[in-house]
């Protein structure tokens, strides 16, 4: 009992009173940066802490394998550790294996590491194209079909009345989904919506197994509520029974997976199914300024039907931040050119790359970026791609690091005994330049900063303690920080946060997309820069260019969402031919200009050797070779790839321009202060040797 009031320490007085609502229905609408995580933790600690409930009688689900890691990590330091925090398929997996056997008399079916091979054999049979992107339309077609509990028979129908965009006629999808659930069955395999369907038949027909699960699990949580589909609301109903044990967290207006079948009427409509039910709404935001709230609300104030009763309005609780920023380009590269130049700048600054991301709204657009980062040597990462611990390296890493908890003598620093564990598979004091090699290097170090971590909360611990953490984030799919720019759609940004967010290629026809064609999609692609603006801490800017290639012709427009949040003082509020003739007149000095013909630069590599393409080298061969020959030596010196030195471009940029002071020498694209204080003096000497006297 004596835990209760720590519990409370740190609350508001919305917060708490979620916290303390006594067990039944309770409906917590959170905005986003509310504090919805530590609400609920701390809900589920107190219900614990207070004997309501045993720590094992709580299920908690969620959405996605990282928020349950989260919340389970949460529930540990909270005292609350026999918690099950799972995402549904995991829930359900978990039940499926026990009650099986018990239903079918035989071991549950494994989950097929292969559905796409059978959705092609199946559009196969039907007679439809069997290439990659028509099998992965399908499969989608098939996923929504199940997540809204629509049978092969009866998709025609359903897809008409939703509104699906279907890739092939209706009557042949069925014909696929159909064809498909025979091979699946066939080969006694499940998907991960059979997870969730035979969970919800299980215990929907078998009233004993129903009450001996109901008997186990007393009090349910679920997060991110608006998100909930069909079959999940199902699965949930099924778990419940006529209970009201139930906590829900969500926002309406975050809904952003309703092409999934999502959809926030379970969320919108809980007080009425459950009259008695606690209804808090958290407003207060602690995660963003002043300025980015104030640019939250009015996206979506905007909004258009927003149910009743979910219109939250976010009130910013932080010190006030800098004026969100918007910025209008020619073309696609010069837009990706400008942000990595603002990247490169917050991070002299101290906002660290980890802390930064770019997002867009399909994952098509991201090469531009990755491109414009690349070549100004600024390591990023794709969310979206590898998990952490299924990296080769990381594997590699933790096997290493489990033998040598048994062997290696421990000088009582974790963070040093991890470093030099690791030294064992590539880890080096300093860090590639980019590519592959960057990727392993950031994971390795991200290891590193995990057991600095774990030395600061738990300074006694070893390397046995480190690799028990490792193994538990592994099993939950909590990775550490891996410092690099982030770059994510906005889908899969939803949850995250950083300090300062880049909201890229806001366009017509990509934000919202050209497929949104009903009132209703084109809401659901305003909430999805709602969700976009609210992951910004402090810095935020919006963007887009009106060209998609370099030189091409201005055809764009700027998003609708976008039009009313441009301030009418800014430059971006200006129109296009306006700016353009303006441009014409006086042009901008922040530009970077051609030091030949004094021509505006946009590309990239024109933008490092500060002119343009066609404009006349006057690069010292003679000096270029003697830098190339020096950055072998330097590169063989530090066992390095030599373009981890400097790259071809910045040595030609440097025999061209011929920096006589350190200041020169930095204006150079791609020399920063690490490269300066590395190589400056060498490379000015040779420079200066060149020089006739």
């Not at 995250?496 to 659901?524: K, M």
């Amino acid at each position: 009992m004596a835990e209760q009031p720590r519990l409370l320490e740190g609350l508001d007085p919305e917060q708490r009173e979620a916290v303390v609502a006594p067990r039944g229905p309770v409906c917590v609408l959170a905005g986003a940066g509310t504090g919805k995580t530590r609400t609920i933790t701390h809900r589920i600690a107190y219900l614990v802490q207070r004997g309501l409930v045993a720590p094992q009688q709580v299920l908690a689900v969620t959405f996605t394998a990282r928020a349950a890691g989260e919340m389970r990590t949460r529930l540990r330091a909270l005292g609350a550790a026999g918690v099950q925090a799972q995402t549904f398929h995991a829930a359900a997996f978990r039940q499926l294996r026990y009650f099986w056997p018990r239903v079918h008399d035989s071991q549950a079916w494994p989950l097929t590491d292969n559905k796409f091979r059978l959705v092609m054999q199946a559009a196969g049979r039907v007679g439809l194209p069997t290439e990659k992107e028509s099998v992965r339309d399908l499969a989608g077609e098939i996923e929504w079909s199940k997540a809204c509990l629509v049978g092969p028979e009866q998709y025609p129908a359903a897809a008409a009345a939703g509104g699906r965009d279907a890739p092939a006629p209706p009557e042949q999808i069925s014909q696929v989904f159909a064809a498909y659930e025979k091979l699946k069955n066939g080969a006694q395999v499940l998907d991960f919506d059979d997870l969730l369907l035979h969970t919800a038949a299980i215990l929907e027909e078998h009233p004993e197994i129903a009450e001996e699960f109901r008997d186990r699990y007393r009090s349910f949580v679920v997060d991110e509520y608006q998100d909930v589909n069909p079959l999940q609301q199902r699965v949930l109903d099924a778990w419940l029974g006529k209970r009201d044990d139930l906590t829900v967290v969500g926002d309406a207006n975050q809904t952003i997976y309703s092409f999934a079948g999502a959809a926030p009427k379970w969320l919108v409509g809980f007080p009425r199914r459950f009259p008695e039910a606690t209804v808090v709404r958290l407003e207060r935001d602690y995660r963003s300024t002043p300025q980015v709230v104030a640019l939250a609300n009015q996206v979506i104030d905007a909004a258009r039907e927003r149910p009743s009763g979910t219109r939250l309005r976010l009130v910013g609780q932080r010190p006030d931040g800098p004026r969100p920023n918007f910025a209008e380009f020619d073309d696609e590269p010069a837009e990706a050119h400008a942000i990595a130049h603002k990247i490169a700048k917050l991070a002299k600054q101290g906002v660290a790359l980890s802390e930064m991301a770019i997002l867009f709204r399909v994952n098509a657009q991201s090469e531009v970026y990755e491109k414009a980062l690349a070549d100004a040597e600024i390591p990023y990462q794709v969310r979206g791609g590898e998990r952490f611990f299924a990296r080769t390296e990381v594997r590699q890493a933790m096997v290493t690091l489990r033998a040598a908890a048994s062997r290696y003598e421990q000088s009582g620093d974790l963070p040093a005994d991890v470093r030099e564990v690791l030294t064992e598979v590539g880890l080096t004091d300093e860090p590639p330049a980019g590519g592959a090699a960057r990727e392993r290097w950031e994971s390795l170090i991200a290891l590193v900063e995990l057991a600095e971590e774990l030395a600061a909360t738990v300074p006694e611990a070893g390397l046995a303690r480190y690799v028990t953490e490792l193994d538990v984030r592994a099993e939950s799919q909590h990775p550490p920080t891996v410092e690099g720019v982030t770059l994510a759609s906005l889908h899969a940004a939803k949850g995250l946060e950083w300090d300062a967010v880049f909201l890229a290629g806001l366009v017509e026809g990509t934000l919202p997309i050209q497929h949104a064609d009903t009132p209703a999609a084109v809401e659901e692609e305003r909430r999805l820069l709602y969700v976009g603006v609210t992951r910004a801490r402090e810095h935020l800017q919006l963007s887009w260019a009106l060209s998609r290639t370099e030189g091409g012709r201005r055809y764009r427009r700027r998003s609708r969402f976008v039009y009313n949040l441009v301030p009418d003082d800014h430059p971006a509020a200006l129109p296009a031919k306006v700016k353009e003739r303006e441009t014409v007149a006086a042009p901008s000095k922040a530009k970077p200009r051609c030091r030949v013909c004094n021509a505006t630069l946009v590309n990239t590599m024109d933008i490092k050797l500060a002119r343009c393409s066609d404009c006349p080298s006057d690069v010292d061969e003679g000096l270029l070779e003697q830098l190339k020959a020096w950055r072998s030596e330097r590169a063989r010196q530090l066992k390095v790839p030599s373009y981890v030195v400097f790259t071809d471009a910045t040595l030609t940029a440097i025999a061209e321009q011929r920096p006589s002071d350190e200041a020169e020498l930095v204006g150079i694209s791609g020399i920063g202060a690490s490269k300066l204080r590395k190589f400056g003096s060498d490379v000015l000497a040779l420079v200066q040797a060149g020089r006739p006297d």
